[in-house]
């Protein structure tokens, strides 16, 4: 193929092509001037059609020109989009590489640095937000254990933890966040998490399924979109819940423990069925749910609706 092609725009092949052309053109005009040269009316009336008929075959080549130089212009345009997206994606993947690689770091301001570099990358590429959110709740699902020793490996985490706390809060409406993430789904499932604050928040969904809540944990006036998994969760220490809003049908507290205080307010709405508290400390449930002694578990409450059957109440 690259040998025809040479062949065709030799400069020996152009010369004949183009005295082929003129040849051809000498005896078109011959040939004219022979059949319609006589100066008759009706010669001049076919040479005139003959001139609108050229002058509509030259416009037609000429449109097909402007065709072809546009869909050449575009070829251009595309491959040069096409190159500026693979380039960004090799950034992206370049430093998002880097930042996972700080992750697994010995050194916490290491892991610190991180983080931010992925908090940067999530703001400016907004197609790969879930997936760095996925990354820190990964990191944050690592296991965890409270200590001396752990305490610099503490405020990694803590640090996680508030950045998805500034990128998930839409703010107010006459003063938006910016930095706000929207649609953003989060997996805790069997996490260690230590003090978390997701307040005023709106995420689309959350998982917490066996998860450890630590320290005082805060979800006040946050908005669960879809879906809100606390089954199995246990909430060591003072839970708050007040204001918070559990869209669609998927909210669950199944097999929860509730270890310490907690309180809901009195316009969250819940479905605690399932869920057990510890007793002796200052609560307040959703509307329509009260704790019932549990027989064989001294000291332990379930969380029923009231009035349903079952064992005598007792708060």
């Given at each position: ?61 000429g449109a097909a020109a402007l065709l072809l130089a546009a869909r050449r212009q575009r070829s251009a345009e595309l491959d040069l989009v096409q190159k500026d997206h693979d380039a960004t994606e090799r950034r992206v993947t370049e430093i998002y590489g880097k930042a996972a690689d700080q992750l697994g770091s010995d050194k916490a301001p290491v892991r610190l640095a991180g983080l931010y570099s992925l908090e940067r990358l999530a703001g400016g ?191």
């Amino acid at each position: 193929m690259a040998n025809e092609l040479e062949r065709v725009l030799r400069t020996r092949t152009i010369l004949l092509w183009g005295a082929g052309l003129l040849v051809l053109a000498a005896l078109a005009a011959t040939l004219l001037l022979a059949l319609l040269g006589g100066g008759r009316p009706e010669d001049s009336a076919r040479l005139d059609a003959l001139k609108t008929a050229a002058n509509i075959v030259v416009g037609t080549g000429g449109a097909a020109a402007l065709l072809l130089a546009a869909r050449r212009q575009r070829s251009a345009e595309l491959d040069l989009v096409q190159k500026d997206h693979d380039a960004t994606e090799r950034r992206v993947t370049e430093i998002y590489g880097k930042a996972a690689d700080q992750l697994g770091s010995d050194k916490a301001p290491v892991r610190l640095a991180g983080l931010y570099s992925l908090e940067r990358l999530a703001g400016g590429y907004p197609e790969h937000r879930q997936t760095i959110v996925n990354v820190l709740c990964a990191y944050l699902r690592m296991p965890y254990v409270q200590g001396d020793e752990h305490r610099e490996e503490l405020q990694v985490r803590k640090t996680a933890q508030r950045i998805l706390l500034m990128h998930l809060r839409p703010g107010k409406p006459e003063a938006p966040n910016t930095g706000y993430w929207p649609d953003i789904d989060l997996d805790f499932s069997g996490a260690t998490l230590v003090g978390l604050t997701l307040t005023h928040c709106v995420i689309r969904s959350i998982v917490c399924y066996d998860a450890e809540f630590l320290e005082l944990t805060l979800f006040r006036g946050t908005e669960f979109r879809t879906k809100a998994d606390f089954n199995k969760a246990e909430f060591k220490d003072r839970v708050d819940f007040r204001g918070t809003v559990f869209g669609g049908e998927r909210d669950s507290f199944n097999g929860a423990v509730f270890a310490g205080p907690a309180d809901f307010g009195t316009k969250t709405t819940a479905r605690l069925a399932g869920a057990e508290a510890q007793r002796g400390f200052p609560r307040t449930w959703p509307p329509g749910w009260e704790e019932r002694p549990i027989a064989d578990r001294p000291g332990w409450a379930e969380l029923t609706r009231k009035g349903e059957p079952g064992q005598p109440a007792g708060r």
